[in-house]
């Protein structure tokens, strides 16, 4: 199976001309890069597996993306998560409840990644959390070559990449065959931890992308009025949603940068708009309706 090239387009936000990798369009049904790190395994006949498993948070997008593959393939998939809540039992949403749908069968587990590499066997695809695996680096050379020929049908002189990452898998394997510079920023963790991923992937440092230094650091996925209006200020300006776990902490840290890196910025929109349903969700019961559309208007002010 392959998929059309997604559009590169080009966008303006707080006086500086841009340009947006729509991966989030890249399949409907799919989380965006989580269909890039997939890629290979629909590409591959696999004949002899039968089922997938994997392991992470209830709400995860890959957890959603490997429901997808599954369904489409014909596999039955296993996830493992940590916890549960009933509440989420009694009222599914996001992509906890669409992966069900897809036939997923959940379990709770103590040790999650233990209980998921327990089931490896012959007939057995086990995928590591967040997709973190080596089979990523197909489909994200695709998306390299993608980049190239956008570059080139839109003449763009200075180009350099910027996306925010999860594992790292990504922005690394972008790096890997990309000519022009990947900038990227952890939203889970610091930089060590995300250099320490990319060890676990790759030998030659030379293929690391380039770290953006913050001053303030985010607990991930977790909600914060500050990335709420940035969030929200994107939307109005641009006419795109973001997802709430990764590029607003992304775009939280691009705009520290604004001014200072030069040249034709491509920002790749990574997709993950499923899992917005239940952020926002969250940010409700944490803040209030009330008060969020309070902050909207004061910005219009
Ligand atoms: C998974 C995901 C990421 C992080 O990708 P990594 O390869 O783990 O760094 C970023 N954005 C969205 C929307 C995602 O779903």
Redesign the pocket.
């Given at each position: 199976m392959q998929f059309s090239p997604s559009p590169l387009q080009k966008q303006h936000f707080r006086n500086r001309d841009f340009y947006l990798k729509r991966d989030?369009l890249l399949h409907a049904d799919f989380?965006?890069?989580?269909a890039r790190?997939l890629h290979y395994f629909l590409s591959q006949e696999y004949l002899h597996v039968r089922r997938v498993v994997s392991y992470g948070s209830n709400q995860?997008?890959?957890m959603y993306?490997l429901s997808v593959l599954a369904r489409m393939r014909g596999w039955e998939f296993i996830y493992f998560c940590k916890q549960i809540p009933s509440f989420l039992q009694q009222n599914p949403i996001g992509n906890y409840k669409a992966a069900l749908q897809n036939g997923m069968k959940i379990y709770q587990s103590e040790d999650t990644n233990l209980s998921a590499n327990a089931l490896a066997r012959k007939d057995t695809l086990v995928v590591q959390e967040?997709?973190?695996q080596s089979e990523?680096e197909f489909g994200l050379k695709i998306l390299a070559q993608e980049l190239q020929d956008d570059i080139r049908t839109h003449h763009l002189q200075n180009p350099f990449v910027f996306?925010?990452?999860?594992?790292?898998?990504?922005?690394?394997y972008l790096q890997k065959y990309l000519q022009y510079p990947v900038f990227?920023c952890s939203?889970v963790a610091d930089d060590v931890y995300l250099k320490k991923?990319w060890q676990m992937l790759e030998q030659n440092e030379e293929f690391f992308p380039k770290i953006l230094d913050i001053s303030q650091k985010f607990h991930y996925a977790k909600p914060s009025l500050e990335l709420y209006k940035i969030w929200s200020e994107l939307e109005q300006y641009t006419h795109i949603q973001y997802?709430l776990?990764?590029?607003v902490v992304?775009w939280r840290k691009l705009l520290e940068y604004w001014h200072t890196l030069q040249g034709d910025l491509i920002y790749i929109?990574?997709?993950?708009?499923l899992?917005n349903e239940s952020m926002l969700e969250r940010y409700k019961y944490k803040y209030g309706i009330i008060e969020l559309l309070k902050d909207e208007k004061n910005e219009d002010i």
């Open positions: 989030d989380s965006g890069n989580k790190k995860s997008n890959a993306s967040g997709g973190r990523a996306l925010p990452s999860g594992t790292g898998t990504t922005a690394l990227t939203t991923q997802d776990i990764y590029d992304g929109h990574q997709g993950g708009l899992g």
